[in-house]
């Protein structure tokens, strides 16, 4: 079947089978693999990408469902021009050496993005909150804490 | 006359003729407009490097292995031949050529070594050795290629070589204020002859070792989903395979009808291979409906049927001499005499470990392509050199013949190391029936949970009897677990029992170990036999501590002290220090201690724990490591806070269960792992230290079970007999956002 999807501002058509997965589609059909698969099963996180600007598991989205919600992947996110959350979140992932293996790191960046947009101060809880969905198996969880509380911070003082 | 890199001299004619026994020297040499630094192998028709590169395009010559790479605009490139996969080897790696060279660290980039045996040796990445294993090598050709900077100066500016000092990849004559880049004296560089015995700088000379500048290179295309993994390879015309394989170990394929995976849009092929039944098409999400709709019947004749609850029974039989003669167990370790029985009395305990997953993000995958003879892969591999050997055999060519890419690998945590590189062999077979298209074998999850490879399960049964002062006068230890290795006596399920401190005081030690064989796949496992044998030595010590009634840590110390344990002591009094040990904590809360010595490194912990309806919270760790001259604290911080966090999730959660001969778990909400609502705090303190580096990659893993289980063990007065701690609960899983 075919589908016109908004994937990172741009019109996509696609044809697939309406079940299929949109990580499927995104990584396989229009080679935007920066949402990793993890689990299939939204019990990860890896695949983390934004619908309407909400995070959403990609694995567990069937492409018909998506209708003509805005889609935005990690690649246009951190991509130019990148949203000031975005910015201050990759620079505090360097600045910090978050990554590990860094698999995850995609679907950490875009949850974490949805958090402060959300909550531009989040405390610990909200980071509990909003951060517990998306698995780190190399256990990168402080420095991602960190870097939130660094990213906030640098948002607040404007300098992001 | 040349030195070799023993401080052999050996004559050059020789040399050349390749008669002489040494293989490896440093050489130099003008390629690309770069210069190239790093060891040539002299010998190139040694067996072993002739065999792996056999078929190989230049192999007559004698391979040169380049470790740096410098170039024309100032660029030092530091070739890292062992594999990524999250540890941060690369940058450690670096950073030690570039200390020598005295190289801008701005200014370097890491690039992957191609996989060639006879240039690099064997690769291979396991056991924490990177560092250690190239310690010596790096820094040496790091000071080769310097020396030969400061002699190109030199020359250049008639000024005697010891005047001249080398700092952030510049060249400098402080008397005349005269310098030159790396880049301005390459190609001069390159006309000098690189020293064999170049001076090395000491420990306290080093400007970049040791400090927060080192820090790992790739955080930024991982931070943006722009870093390739297997995962990601897009190769025009690929097909993408996923394999049905058996439910259990050992169940050979009895039939299949693939008419409906057939009607499948996208699906291309379904076939039989020695693993299953690959179904092949255009994208993943075909070959996934494709393999739903196959109907596959297994034999079970053969298969290994056995559940983990009676594999568990029958362990703990042999380690009580209940089922003699079945297995005949090993003694690695005895002194006194063990055939007289224990005095009565005696504190005696048994603990028992599950299976467990590696389940690392990345789930196994691996990218081929078969023209021929000619087979070109990309994976994640962790032992380069055999995994290349073996995709020759599968593919019915010759190593040479096979350019294997290593890409980084989206962890592993030693999955990618089992020795029969099963998924790499799995994706030949496949590939090679496809000829010419590249076929990128895929895991689910599910695959990767129920068809292995895993940490075997253990049980370990000790018994101490101890002396007036309370410390152990005889030790008698039996541990049985699958062996990980055909030969070698068992040795990974000892590690960490074997020569222990506490059998210091002991008169009578007998140490075992049985190894039975099942048809269960088991493998190395980020810390491999430490990861049973530190909670076992640990938490037994912890409770011989209470039995003579001395605190934990002070116990601790007296033993190191009668053993000479120096290092050990080290770090237990710096995690007490930093801890706070022996201070109160609030009410309901308790610090458990552990102090485990792990290829090389030794590392404590200090873990502080409360009950809440028998489940333990652990909302700090304080850690103190000792693993010689640290190379890049940062890294060696990430990886305890990695390791803890990882041992933590096989403490609480981590078991893989089997149920007439079938795995139970099939994917995170049956097998959980710490989030990051349970990740506590952590605090890494480094002691500072002139041994040789050793790797920290494992070592941080083994201490924590123990040390969580200590508190528990002081909160309740309960020891521990099982992990994980919280066998069957699966309540970390936090409702899903969509
Ligand atoms: S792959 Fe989607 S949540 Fe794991
Ligand atoms: S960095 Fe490896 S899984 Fe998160």
């Known amino acids: ?104 790191q995609s679907g950490q960046i875009m949850s974490a993005i949805a958090l402060l947009r959300e909550r531009p101060n989040p405390s610990d809880q909200d980071i509990d909150r909003a951060m517990s969905g998306n698995i780190c198996r190399c256990a990168t969880y402080s420095r991602i804490r960190a870097g939130i509380h660094t990213a906030a911070a640098s948002l607040r003082s404007g300098a992001a | 006359m040349k030195q070799d890199d023993d401080g052999e001299t050996v004559a050059d004619d020789k040399r050349a003729s390749g008669l002489t026994r040494r293989r490896l020297l440093i050489g130099g040499a003008l390629a690309g407009g770069a210069l190239l630094v790093g060891y040539v192998a002299t010998h190139p028709m040694e067996t072993a490097g002739a065999l792996l590169s056999a078929g190989g395009r230049d192999f007559e010559p004698g391979p040169f292995g380049p470790y740096i790479r410098i170039e024309s605009d100032g660029r030092v490139g530091i070739v890292n031949p ?12 670096a950073a030690i050529v570039a200390e020598e060279l005295d190289a801008d660290w701005d200014k370097v980039e890491i690039l992957p070594a191609p996989v060639d045996f006879s240039a690099y040796g064997p690769q291979l990445t396991g056991g924490s050795q990177g560092i250690a294993t190239h310690w010596d090598k790096l820094r040496r050709t790091g000071a080769a290629a310097r020396t030969m900077f400061v002699a190109a100066a030199a020359s250049r500016w008639g000024v005697g070589q010891g005047e001249i000092s080398v700092s952030n990849g510049v060249v400098s004559h402080p008397s005349s204020a005269r310098r030159a880049t790396f880049g301005d004296l390459l190609a001069d560089a390159a006309r000098q002859t690189p020293p064999q015995e170049p001076t090395l700088k000491r420990p306290e000379q080093f400007t970049l070792i040791g400090t927060p500048r080192v820090q790992r290179k790739d955080s930024l295309p991982k931070s943006t989903g722009a870093q390739t993994y297997t995962q990601d390879v897009q190769l025009p015309d690929m097909l993408v395979a996923v394999v049905a394989h058996s439910p259990r170990f050992g169940g050979k394929l009895a039939r299949f009808d693939d008419r409906d995976a ?87 305990t048994t603990i028992d470990f599950p ?30 050199t055999a995994d290349r050997v073996l995709a020759a055999f599968n593919a019915r060519t010759l190593p040479g013949r096979v350019d294997l890419n290593v890409l980084m690998a989206g962890g592993s945590f030693g999955r990618r190391g089992a020795l029969s590189s099963d998924y790499l062999v799995e994706c030949m077979r496949i590939a090679r029936r496809v000829e010419s298209r590249p076929v990128k074998l895929f895991w689910t999850r599910e695959d990767e949970m129920a068809a292995g490879y895993y940490r075997p399960l253990a049980h370990h049964r000790v018994a101490v009897a101890l002396d007036d002062d309370g410390f152990p006068a005889d030790w008698r230890h039996h541990i049985v677990s699958q062996s990980l290795l055909p030969v070698g006596g068992n040795a990974e399920a000892c590690e960490g029992v074997a020569g222990s401190p506490y059998f210091t005081t002991a008169s009578t030690v007998d140490c075992r170990v049985t190894s039975p064989d099942l048809g269960i796949p088991v493998t190395f496992w980020r810390s491999v036999g430490h990861s049973h044998t530190a909670m076992t030595m640990e938490h037994v010590v912890d409770q011989l501590a209470a039995r003579a009634g001395r605190d934990p840590a002070d116990y601790r110390r007296e033993l190191y002290r009668r053993a000479g344990a120096d290092r050990r002591l080290g770090v237990l009094e710096e995690a007490c220090a930093k801890s706070g040990w022996g201070t109160p904590l609030e009410d309901g809360w308790a610090r458990g201690l552990a102090v485990h010595e792990c290829f090389g490194s030794f590392v404590a912990q200090v873990a502080e724990v409360r009950l809440t309806e028998g489940r333990p919270i652990v909302r700090r760790v ?35 269960t089997i149920n007439d001969g079938q795995v139970q778990q099939s994917n995170f909400d049956d097998y959980p792992v710490v989030r990051m609502n349970e990740m506590p705090a952590i605090e890494t303190h480094i002691l500072p230290s002139a041994e040789l580096p050793t790797g920290m990659g494992e070592p941080g893993v083994a201490p924590i079970a123990p040390a969580v289980a200590n508190a528990m063990f002081a909160l309740s007065g309960r020891p521990v007999r099982s992990l994980p701690l919280l066998r069957g609960t699966t309540a970390n899983l936090l409702p899903a956002i969509d």
């Not at chain 1, 990609?58 to 992947?73: F, L, Q």
């Not at chain 2, 000792?626 to 609480?652: H, K, M, R, T, Y």
């Open chain 1, 1 to 104: 079947m075919q589908f016109e999807l908004t994937v990172n501002g741009e019109r996509r058509r696609v044809d697939e089978d309406p079940q299929t997965p949109l990580l499927w589609v995104l990584r396989d059909s229009l080679h935007l693999t920066g949402s990793k698969y993890g689990c299939g099963k939204a019990q990860c996180g890896a695949c983390t990408v934004h619908l309407e600007g909400r995070p959403v598991r990609s694995c567990s989205v069937p492409v018909a469902s998506v209708g003509s919600r805005r889609i935005e992947t990690i690649e246009a996110a951190t991509g130019s021009p990148a949203g000031p959350e975005a910015r201050a979140l990759t620079r505090a992932w360097v600045d910090g050496n978050v990554p590990q293996c860094g698999f995850c």
């Open chain 2, 262 to 348: 057939r009607r499948v849009t996208g699906v291309v092929d379904v076939f039989a291979i020695e693993t299953g039944v690959a179904v092949l098409a255009r994208n993943t999400a075909a070959a996934l409906k494709g393999r739903d709709a196959l109907r596959v019947e297994w034999e079970k004749a053969e298969a290994e049927h056995r559940s983990s609850a009676e594999i568990s029974t029958w362990y703990a039989e042999l380690a009580a001499g209940e089922a003699q003669g079945e297995v005949e167990p090993l003694v690695f370790e005895s002194r006194g005499n063990a055939e007289a029985p224990q005095h009565r009395g005696a504190f005696e």
């Open chain 2, 622 to 656: 304080v850690a103190a490591v000792d693993c010689g001259i640290a190379i890049s604290p940062d890294q060696i911080a990430a990886q305890v806070e990695g390791g803890i966090g990882f041992g933590l999730s096989a403490a609480l959660y981590g078991c893989i």
């Open chain 2, 82 to 93: 062992q594999q990524e996969m999250g540890q941060g080897i690369h940058a450690g790696l």
């Open chain 2, 355 to 384: 299976y467990l997953a590696h389940a690392p993000m990345e789930t196994l995958d691996c990218v081929a392509q078969v023209d021929g003879t000619r087979v070109t892969m990309w994976s994640g591999a962790h032992h380069a």
